[in-house]
C-alpha cells in the first residue's frame, strides 16, 4: 500500500516564525511531489511541486525533497496568520498512474 | 475563467436514491478524478479517467460509478447512497498526470450526507 504520512498537528507557530511541516512517503518510484493549501471548507490549492532532490524556493515557501529518506518538507518563512490551514502533501509517480495525499497537517499562526 | 465546476455543492439525502454529482472543466484537460476527504484521512482517490471512455479505478471505488462521454464532463455516480458514503467530495483535473508536471485543479467541493 503506497503511502503519504504527515504529522496531523496542530502545529502552532508565532507570526513571523518559520513554519516547518514535513512528510514522508513509501513509494520509491515517486517522482513528483507536491504541497496543497486547503482553508476550512474550501479545495486545495497548489503552493508548490518539487521534482529533484534539493530545495525549491518561492517566495515565502521553500519546498525541500530527500529521495534517499523518502523525504519532503515545507517551510514558510515569515508566517502570517493568513497561512493558517491545513497543508496537504501529495507524491506522485512517473507512470500512468495517479498521485497519493496525505491526511495534512493543520497549521495555526498566533498574531 | 479557467475553472472546474461541480453542482450541487450541498446535498442531503436518504439511504437508497440514487445521485449524481456533475463535475465539469472549461480547461480542455484530459485527465480528471474524484476524490473523498474525510477527517484524519485525507483526500483519497475514488475514480480517475484519462480521458474520453477511459477510467480506472481509485483507492476507493466501492459504491460509486463514472462515466466520461464528453471531455469536459466528468459525473460521479451514487446508485445506492450509504451513510458511509457521508464526506467532501472533490472532483479535479489536469491536463496530464503527475509524471509529466502537470498540476490538478480542484473543483469547490460538494458536501454530501447520507441519512
Known amino acids: 500500500q503506497k503511502e503519504v504520512e504527515q504529522n496531523s498537528g496542530p502545529l502552532s507557530v508565532p507570526e513571523g516564525a518559520i513554519a516547518s511541516l514535513n512528510c514522508t512517503y513509501s513509494?520509491?518510484?515517486?517522482?513528483?511531489f507536491f504541497w496543497y493549501r486547503q482553508y476550512s471548507g474550501k479545495s486545495p490549492e497548489l503552493i508548490m511541486s518539487?521534482?529533484?532532490?534539493g530545495d525549491k524556493e518561492d517566495g515565502r515557501f521553500t519546498a525541500q525533497l530527500n529521495k534517499a529518506s523518502q523525504y519532503v518538507s515545507l517551510l514558510i518563512r515569515d508566517s502570517q496568520p493568513s497561512d493558517s490551514a491545513t497543508y496537504l502533501c501529495a507524491a506522485g509517480p512517473n507512470s500512468y498512474d495517479k498521485v497519493i495525499f496525505g491526511p495534512g497537517t493543520s497549521l495555526s499562526v498566533i498574531p | 475563467e479557467a475553472q472546474v465546476t461541480q453542482n450541487p455543492r450541498y446535498l442531503i439525502t436518504v439511504t437508497g436514491k440514487k445521485l449524481t454529482v456533475t463535475c465539469s472543466q472549461n480547461m480542455n484537460h484530459e485527465y480528471m478524478s474524484w476524490y473523498r476527504q474525510d477527517p484524519g484521512l485525507g483526500l483519497r482517490q475514488i475514480y480517475y479517467?484519462?480521458?474520453?471512455?477511459?477510467?480506472d479505478k481509485g483507492d476507493v471505488p466501492e459504491g460509486y460509478k463514472v462515466s466520461r462521454k464528453e471531455k469536459r464532463n466528468f459525473p460521479l455516480i451514487l446508485e445506492s447512497p450509504s451513510p458511509n458514503q457521508t464526506s467532501l467530495y472533490f472532483c479535479a483535473s489536469s491536463s496530464g498526470w503527475a509524471g509529466e508536471r502537470h498540476t490538478q485543479y480542484f473543483g469547490p467541493g460538494t458536501r454530501l450526507t447520507v441519512l
Open positions: 518539487i521534482y529533484s532532490n
Open positions: 513509494d520509491r518510484g515517486s517522482q513528483s
Open positions: 479517467s484519462m480521458n474520453v471512455e477511459v477510467t
